[in-house]
């Protein structure tokens, strides 16, 4: 007699850590290009050409913001563009020497710092677009070797290549005449100094805000107080090996950071609250991250990005330099990862809240409809294996049904393998016809305008198993899917 065995989508996320075995169902072998929503996993944002003319890879994006004045600098073919409107770029470098596109920057008192570890530090000015040089000394101090910049209780503190010192202003000041203060000093910790953050703690008299530097060792020094001439160190932490100057994200108050070890927590590595976890965000992906980490570290395009409008912690992937990018992504509401590609971005910003990612010669504004520039977007998933409610009898799966909600016409190619044997299946075109076998067609038809088209086709499909698993592929182009369940059709098929 044949059964339904109904199962949610994967909104659990990408999982690689566990046995395929003791997978959550709400989990998936695969996850790409699904974004695994509260209740709904759904099509990732696609992207459209937003500033062009830049005549070279993008390299950094920045946000200048003086009150309401923002706007978008691009960095690319050693020149400074201003991208904040829709169109063709204009070159704002102003007769500046730059030889390197890789800059980090802060904003303070209206003004913008920026540094990248060759030329002599710049300032944009309040208007957002005045280049000159940043008025920066300190004693013994080659100011064209500093990496990187942060605003902190009022100061200004900058990180100083191939060092273990940080060098900070006076109050109130960004740049002028810094003083170093050498970490060498606190204790002999490996490796250089390489990014700096606010770490937002609760002390128990409430919150406040600490200095948090990463040293390339994995020792993360944090210090209390508003004048690091009256610091008080508050302790070591070692959180594993830092990647990249831009791979340290403020998550709410605490710091995540891309390392060798994986995306790891600030705050979970001073609780220690489970030994088998440490505070890493990446915790069920952790393998893929520690593999692309190790054979990808030095690669130009690691960064950490959150961006709250679209619920996403986003963790860029250099797969290969100016070539193929991927990234991985969660859930910032519900912490379930995924893995998008597809984006070959050299790098990400923020600008007025929505995201944006460097290309060649192109600023792309991301989450901006559901194709990429005009591309296609291929989905691809293969839920946990699942025994569909008895490990301990073979069942003959019969048909399958992926229940999808879109804004018009949209197919799923589906297959099924058993007994951990992967299926595979290739994309049915947008806006094709629906292929193969379909029971019940008139519960396809559209319920209720607004919520889009709901398609819910039984589907012929055949395997025989103790664990039953399927693919799932959707390609769109234009138009938002969203993946709301999968049922199995089966019958118990005896104990061998």
């Excluded at 530090?121 to 064209?144: C, E, K, N, R, Y």
């Excluded at 910790?189 to 409430?206: P, Q, Y």
Aim: hydrophobic fraction near 35%; charge should be neutral.
């Amino acid at each position: 007699m044949s059964r339904v065995y109904a199962a949610p989508p994967p909104v659990g996320g990408w999982n690689v850590k566990d046995a395929l075995a003791d997978m959550r169902e709400d989990q998936a072998v695969v996850l790409d290009n699904w974004f695994p929503g509260e209740g709904k996993v759904s099509v990732r944002p696609g992207y459209t050409s937003y500033s062009t003319g830049l005549e070279g890879n993008v390299e950094t994006l920045a946000e200048f913001i003086n009150g309401t004045n923002r706007k978008l600098l691009g960095f690319a073919n050693n020149k400074i563009w201003n991208c904040s409107a829709t169109g063709a770029a204009s070159d704002i470098t102003n007769s500046m020497t730059i030889t390197n596109n890789r800059w980090q920057w802060a904003c303070m008192d209206g003004k913008m710092a920026l540094v990248n570890g060759t030329d002599a530090p710049l300032q944009i000015a309040s208007d957002g677009v005045t280049v000159s040089t940043l008025t920066v000394s300190g004693s013994g101090l080659t100011v064209t070797n500093l990496i990187d910049v942060n605003v902190f209780k009022g100061r200004s503190y900058f990180i100083e290549n191939n060092s273990q010192s940080f060098w900070y202003s006076s109050v109130n000041t960004l740049g002028g005449t810094l003083t170093e203060f050498d970490l060498s000093r606190v204790g002999q910790f490996g490796g250089k100094l390489l990014a700096m953050g606010t770490w937002t703690l609760d002390g128990g008299a409430g919150s406040d805000d600490y200095a948090a530097f990463f040293m390339t060792s994995g020792e993360t020094l944090v210090y209390q107080g508003s004048d690091p001439s009256t610091f008080s160190l508050m302790g070591v932490y070692r959180i594993g090996a830092p990647i990249s100057v831009r791979g340290v994200v403020k998550l709410g108050g605490d710091l995540t950071v891309i390392t060798k070890d994986g995306y790891i927590s600030l705050m979970g590595a001073l609780k220690q609250a489970r030994l088998s976890d440490r505070g890493i965000l990446s915790d069920q992906i952790n393998p893929a991250v520690t593999d692309v980490a190790k054979l990808y570290s030095d690669n130009f395009g690691w960064q950490a990005i959150h961006y709250p409008r679209g619920n996403m912690v986003i963790f860029n992937v250099p797969i290969s330099t100016n070539t193929t990018y991927q990234q991985h992504v969660f859930n910032s509401n519900t912490g379930a990862p995924c893995r998008f590609r597809g984006i070959n971005a050299r790098c990400w910003g923020l600008y007025n809240d929505r995201a944006y990612f460097g290309g060649s010669g192109v600023v792309y504004q991301f989450d901006e409809g559901y194709d990429d520039n005009g591309a296609n977007i291929d989905c691809d998933a293969q839920p946990a294996w699942n025994y569909l409610g008895s490990r301990a009898r073979q069942k003959h799966v019969t048909g399958l049904q992926v229940v999808l909600i879109s804004d018009g016409s949209a197919d799923a190619a589906t297959a099924l393998g058993s007994d951990f044997k992967t299926p595979n299946v290739g994309y049915v075109e947008p806006e094709q016809a629906n292929s193969g076998s379909a029971w019940g067609s008139p519960w396809g038809s559209p319920w209720g305008g607004s919520s889009g088209k709901i398609t819910k086709d039984w589907r012929t499909r055949n395997a025989f198993g103790y664990s039953i698993g399927a693919r799932v592929k959707v390609r769109t182009k234009g138009q938002l899917v969203r993946w709301a369940a999968i049922n199995y059709m089966f019958e118990d098929a005896g104990l061998t």
